[in-house]
């Protein structure tokens, strides 16, 4: 069974006729007055937020290590039944996004030779899908039959077939030898909102229904130059295995003290062992931290005798220096990583600015280090945290962290904050 | 493994490399140390040291040759000085005696004479011109002069004989306190010139006694005798007593038989009518522009009794102290004439006496 160019030309286009955009300014106005004016006290915590999706962009924006085309499609097609597929896959290329406009295709026969011309799926503008230099993306592969006989640089060549694959495909770098048919099929892995399933079936696509969760431009689109928007979807770790982690982070929270204005910042820096089993992993490690604060400690005492003495020591803390033992279990569901923390830690030391004044009069006037003077040696707290694998091995993401035993010594410091919250972002690279 | 070793080491050594500073806590709040409490003429008072600009001054003065420990409430304007007397002044190194349920008497003027200085009282007045009397280096007058106030005198007399020639004796005298050292010299010289010297007196202590003849060690022993052809000659003796105490006679005898010697200074002193003041109290008042004392008043009912007695270290300066806390009840009479009460309640301190 075949289509001529026109035959799909029309499908595709009967696909896309009735998606149509009505703009109507009142939809807008009535959105813009939903939308809050003035909320600057959180901009702090909304400048955390944007870190992530300033990553994730990043992401976009750097160059990544090239993943073949046979290898994520190898992946995605080990998904499927049992049944038997005989799949042809042409190089496909996007020109444009994957909605509405310009998608075309040049159909290979399975002896490489062109087929067919491009077609213009929507417009009828068409373009040459193998690139300006008319090259296809070459396969990686293991197996040295999967590529046909006939492909060549620089031309367009049936990529891959897959027969039969095996549940373990995931773990095996073998792919199964394709069974090539003579018979020209076109596998057709527009989004499903974009071309109706049953179109799809006319395209005799049935087979791969259980395929159709994945990203849409992830299975038959033979990118040129392309690359996977989420590697790491298409590909898999081994189940259970132990690594190290380091990370560096930045946070800010709440001061430790109820009446004193402002906000504590931190920065911490550590390292761990990390067991990952089925998707979720358990770490635990030890992180320095610096943090800066801005905490204003006095003791005060009168002394009676024969008449009386005022003592006061000042301590004005500027920076905690403290060691983290966070243990954090997590899952990692594709490229997020979603995490609980508990996180005790022992106060190493301190910086600060101290004065002992006798009756006002200042006998000691100098920086300190290392006296704990109003905070206790242990603190413990406990958080949430989500990640974002913007590379294979590096995570950035955000922590929301709740002190439930607090640093401060509340006998010292009665008015403390008892539970602050902080907040931090982190960069994580495993190794 | 080796990455997490060596981990674990980066980080104990940056943990265990700081160096750090320790500060001595301060000591925390105390409730006030020293107070009064109670009534000063029918008002109620409460002071406490350290409050409202209120300072305990604790200190020993010198109140005519005794030692006065006292503890004194003042902000300028106010002050309650409540002291007390050292004790069987004559022997060094006793420490006044104070246990809790101890009842401590007001010290009182005296309205009689303690000692009469006057050259009449020698045996050899006929033969002096005048005398001036010095007590404690302060001149108290010349020829007659009586003294009232209890203390331990060093009393001296430039006496003028009728020869013109002069002479000065000074002898300690221990007025209206318990005289541990009571001994007197006496002295006869023959007519061979041969000098016998002795004591009376409190002999029954006495470890022993050296003869001086001016500054001429002459012999040891309770009684001398020595050849004494000399022209007039100063007398000493120096009694130690098994106590530790210790006293200086001194007496002038003229070997040229002129009749220009002077007896020892204890002919002067009169007998004991009052009681004597060791370890008496006493309170003195600055209130309201007014000055009152128990000095000034007979207080045969009033009393100070210990209830707590203990040390107390000034945690400032490191002094020692002897804190009591005491009632005091007593009447006290104003430089105007009027007279009041008042029932205390004192936790005051005084440095620790000797």
């Given at each position: ?296 400690v006095s003791e005060r005492a009168k002394i ?5 003495t005022i003592l006061e020591n000042l301590f ?38 101290y004065k002992y004044l006798v009756d006002?009069?200042?006998m000691r ?6 006296d704990?003077t109003g ?37 010292i ?19 | ?21 320790q500060i001595e806590p301060i000591p925390e709040n105390n ?284 945690p400032m ?38």
């Amino acid at each position: 069974m075949s289509w001529t160019d026109e035959e799909l030309s029309e499908m595709a286009k009967a696909a896309h006729a009735e998606q149509t955009f009505v703009y109507d300014d009142s939809f807008w106005k009535e959105a813009s007055a939903l939308l809050p004016q003035k909320k600057r006290r959180f901009l702090p915590f909304l400048f955390l937020a944007l870190i992530p999706l300033a990553g994730v962009m990043a992401y976009f924006a750097i160059p990544q290590k090239q993943v073949s085309q046979g290898e994520y499609v190898a992946k995605s097609m080990d998904l499927q039944s049992n049944e038997k597929a005989q799949v042809n896959f042409a190089a496909v290329q996007s020109t444009s996004n994957n909605s509405d406009e310009n998608l075309s295709a040049n159909v290979i026969s399975a002896d490489g030779k062109e087929k067919s011309t491009p077609t213009s799926w929507n417009n009828g503008s068409s373009s040459n899908f193998l690139g300006a230099n008319n090259r296809s993306t070459r396969v990686k592969m293991s197996s040295p039959s999967i590529g046909l006989p006939g492909a060549e640089e620089g031309k367009a060549q049936t990529l891959i077939a897959v027969n039969e694959p095996s549940n373990d495909s995931f773990n095996s770098t073998e792919i199964p030898t394709p069974a090539v048919d003579d018979e020209l099929t076109i596998e057709n892995s527009a989004p499903q909102n974009e071309v109706s399933r049953p179109q799809l079936k006319g395209l005799e696509l049935n087979k791969l229904e259980n395929i159709g969760f994945l990203p849409p431009l992830a299975l038959s689109f033979n990118y040129s130059n392309a690359q996977p928007p989420f590697p790491s979807l298409y590909t898999r770790k081994p189940r259970n295995y132990w690594n190290i982690y380091a990370q560096a982070g930045y946070g800010m929270g709440q001061s430790y003290v109820f009446n004193q204005v402002g906000h504590t910042n931190s920065f911490n820096l550590g390292a761990g062992a990390r067991y990952n089993f089925k998707g979720y992993f358990l770490q635990m490690g030890l992180a320095g931290e610096l943090q800066k604060v801005k905490l204003e400690v006095s003791e005060r005492a009168k002394i009676y005798h024969t008449s009386s003495t005022i003592l006061e020591n000042l301590f004005s803390y500027r920076q905690l220096y403290r060691i983290e033992m966070p243990v954090s279990f997590g899952y990692e569901l594709k490229n997020h990583v979603f995490q609980a923390n508990l996180a005790p830690a022992y106060l190493l030391s301190s910086k600060m600015d101290y004065k002992y004044l006798v009756d006002g009069s200042a006998m000691r006037d100098e920086t300190i280090y290392g006296d704990k003077t109003g905070w206790k040696d242990f603190s413990f707290g406990v958080g949430l945290g989500y990640g974002y694998k913007i590379f294979k091995t590096v995570t950035i993401g955000a922590d929301l962290k709740w002190q439930l035993v607090n640093q401060l010594d509340k006998n010292i410091v009665s008015e403390g904050n008892v539970r602050p919250f902080s907040g931090q972002v982190f960069l994580r690279k495993t190794f | 493994m080796k990455k997490i070793i060596l981990l674990f080491l980066v980080m104990s050594v940056l943990v265990f490399s700081c160096k750090k500073n320790q500060i001595e806590p301060i000591p925390e709040n105390n409730i006030p140390v020293f107070t009064i409490d109670g009534e000063f003429g029918g008002e109620s008072i409460h002071y406490s040291a350290g409050d409202d600009g209120i300072v305990m001054n604790g200190a020993i003065e010198t109140r005519n040759g005794v030692n006065y420990a006292y503890g004194e409430f003042t902000n300028g304007s106010t002050k309650f000085k409540l002291g007390i007397f050292d004790g069987n002044v004559a022997i060094p190194g006793i420490q006044g005696s104070f246990a809790v349920g101890d009842t401590f008497f007001f010290a009182k003027k005296r309205t009689e004479p303690l000692a009469y200085l006057s050259a009449a009282m020698l045996t050899s007045g006929s033969k002096i011109n005048s005398v001036d009397w010095y007590a404690n280096s302060v001149f108290l007058g010349s020829n007659n002069v009586e003294i009232k106030e209890p203390g331990v005198y060093k009393i001296c007399g430039e006496f003028t004989f009728d020869d013109n020639s002069t002479e000065t004796i000074c002898n300690t005298m221990y007025l209206g306190f318990e005289n541990d050292v009571d001994v007197s010299v006496r002295h006869f010289l023959n007519e061979n010139s041969i000098l016998n010297l002795w004591l009376e007196g409190n002999v029954s202590d006495i470890d022993s006694v050296r003869w001086y003849f001016g500054d001429e060690y002459k012999w040891t022993g309770e009684t001398c005798t020595k050849d004494f052809s000399f022209e007039p000659k100063l007398v000493t003796a120096k009694v130690f007593y098994a106590n530790g105490a210790e006293i200086s006679k001194t007496i002038r005898v003229d070997g040229t038989f002129n009749g220009h010697w002077i007896d020892d200074f204890s002919v002067f002193q009169l007998p004991i009518i009052e009681s004597n003041w060791d370890y008496n109290v006493g309170l003195e008042v600055e209130r309201n522009g007014q000055t009152f004392s128990t000095f000034n008043v007979t207080n045969y009912k009033g009393s100070f009794i210990v209830k707590k007695l203990d040390y107390y270290v000034h945690p400032m300066t490191g002094a020692p102290m002897i804190r009591i806390e005491a009632d005091v009840d007593a009447k006290l009479k104003s430089s105007t004439g009027a007279v009041v009460t008042t029932t205390l309640n004192v936790v005051l301190g005084i440095p620790k006496i000797n």
